[in-house]
């Protein structure tokens, strides 16, 4: 009885974990308006560095002066690294983002490149998938 | 002296034949379908950076083109432009103010247009021209995006006739 009721608790995790994940890695389309590309300058406040997609955190001024906050959706860490990304690299610096808006009109983009200004290192989206 | 100027004309007319056969207007109706493997890098999947539709449905008469411009899940984009180079409003998602304008240049169509949207640093707006060639059953786009703030970029498109 103990077993069994050891391997439902495994099995409820499992499938918990799989969903959170399908939820994380969403398609672009769903969530992102691909008629809108925008340009963002500024300067990372905060990294998330994890997977499926690393997110990152980029204060923007804007035509009032006010800077606000953009959450930027990019490939995961190992995609990043593989095109000579690292975690340090990241808070702090100046960034320029190519991306889309999202649909429901937060300050989210996904990007599909961006270019650290300073160390010009960049990173261009290579995904090949509808 | 006569016979001269017969073939003088007749070389004349010969010329202005041949002039107009090269000057023929190119036929870019049809549905395009884009090719993946014969577009440049980065213009198909999630998040180009530069869209291409995945579809073109062109309709041209002599005196202007109608475009459909179809992509995976996002609202369709449509224009009818007059070949003069008028400017005409696209007819594009809730949200979105486009106008452009189209001309035929030798054997190219070149669509200029401008897209304006709001986002929350603003109002955006974003410049675009396509260059469009076909050869066959095969057009080709070259698109270039031009954004204040950022330096233009360019991407090429590859469509299949279907």
Request: glycine share 8%; charged share 20%; aromatic share 6%.
């Amino acid at each position: 009885m103990r077993v069994r009721l050891a391997f439902a608790t495994i099995f409820l995790g499992i499938l918990l974990a799989a969903g959170a994940a399908l939820q994380a890695h969403h398609s672009f389309s769903a969530t992102y308006d691909g008629n809108k590309p925008i340009t963002l300058r500024g300067k990372v406040v905060k990294l998330g560095w994890q997977n499926p997609h690393a997110h990152i955190y980029v204060g923007v001024t804007n035509a009032d002066g006010k800077v606000v906050t953009w959450e930027v959706e990019s490939a995961g860490p190992t995609t990043l690294m593989k095109q000579g990304l690292r975690k340090e690299d990241f808070v702090g610096a100046e960034v320029i983002i190519k991306g889309y808006l999202a649909k429901d009109g937060t300050p989210t983009v996904n990007a599909s490149s961006f270019t650290l200004v300073d160390s010009k290192k960049e990173y261009v989206n290579e995904e090949k998938t509808q | 002296m006569t016979r001269l100027m017969s073939v003088l004309c007749v070389a004349a007319a010969f010329g202005a034949q041949t002039g107009a056969l090269a000057q023929a207007r190119p036929d870019f109706s049809g549905t395009w379908k884009i090719s993946q493997s014969k577009s440049s890098r980065n213009v198909v999947g999630n998040n180009p950076d530069i869209q291409f539709p995945s579809q073109l449905d062109v309709k041209q008469t002599p005196t202007d083109i109608a475009v459909v411009a179809t992509s995976v899940r996002q609202r369709p984009v449509s224009a009818t432009y007059t070949l003069d180079g008028s400017k005409v409003n696209v007819q594009a998602p809730e949200g979105i103010t486009e106008t452009g304008q189209a001309m035929l240049n030798g054997s190219n169509l070149v669509i200029t247009s401008r897209r304006s949207f709001s986002s929350p640093v603003g109002d955006v707006v974003v410049d675009f021209k396509e260059v469009w060639t076909v050869n066959g059953n095969e057009l080709t786009i070259e698109k270039t995006r031009t954004q204040v703030g950022d330096t233009p970029s360019t991407q090429k498109a590859v469509y299949d006739k279907s």
